[in-house]
């Protein structure tokens, strides 16, 4: 089992609409939980943080955390083309970030 | 308020040869770490250090890899005796104390030909 997983994609929706990527990691002792954005040749660029079970929202962007599920999950409302980019779940884990493989969205006009 | 920093941002090496790779952190970052992302891959967690020590290694190849962040100047990732398979990009990312959000670099994306 891997430790995070993500779904690869490519997810698709159209503009205006909420995308729904998620993520669950195999650690249950996991406290600390980050999204990532990156664009294609580009670095990873942070997008949230999520320390607390709930949704934690930051503009268009609503992360959320359940630990008994071992889920996270992170919404974006009213999806723009920029926002097509590959999503990084990654979760620390002593000293060090595990991430997955990252879920390709695709937002079209 | 400069970012982390990468250089060379491109690296062409022959098999065989040496890479060297540097990483300048945010400034008054103490922590940094180097990941390694392979085409069409996630991004693999190689070393941690703090100046002057390494901390966790668990993610470095056992032979021809090796980092250090010394006391003045960049961190450094070094590859000895370069193969093909080390062809990838490499990360840097920076923290003020362990266990904060990671800021990532440019990137250096190492070609082996």
């Known amino acids: 089992q891997k430790e995070v997983e993500q779904n690869s994609g490519p997810l698709s929706v159209p503009e205006g609409a909420i995308a729904s990527l998620n993520c669950t990691y195999s650690d249950r002792g996991s406290q600390s939980f980050f999204w990532y954005r990156q664009y294609s040749g580009k670095s990873p660029e942070l997008i949230m943080s999520?320390?607390?079970?709930g949704d934690k929202e930051d503009g268009r962007f609503t992360a959320q955390l359940n630990k008994a599920s071992q889920y996270v999950s992170l919404l974006i409302r009213d999806s723009q083309p920029s926002d097509s980019a590959t999503y990084l779940c990654?979760?620390?884990?002593?000293?060090?970030?595990?991430f997955g493989t990252g879920t390709r969205l695709q937002v079209f006009p | 308020n400069a970012g982390v920093m990468q250089n060379p941002r491109h690296l062409v090496r022959r098999r065989g040869q040496e890479a060297r790779l540097r990483c300048s952190p945010v400034k008054g970052h103490s922590h940094v770490y180097w990941y390694r992302q392979l085409p069409e891959e996630g991004l693999k967690f190689m070393v941690y250090l703090q100046k002057e020590n390494i901390i966790d290694e668990s993610g470095m190849p056992k032979e021809r890899f090796s980092a250090e962040f010394p006391k003045e100047g960049p961190s450094i990732l070094r590859i000895q005796q370069v193969v093909r398979g080390d062809s990838a990009a490499y990360f840097c990312?920076?923290?003020?104390?362990?266990?904060?959000?990671?800021?990532f670099g440019p990137g250096t994306r190492l070609l082996v030909l």
């Open positions: 999520i320390y607390s079970n």
């Open positions: 990654a979760v620390y884990n002593t000293d060090k970030l595990i």
């Open positions: 990312a920076s923290s003020p104390r362990g266990q904060e959000t990671q800021y």
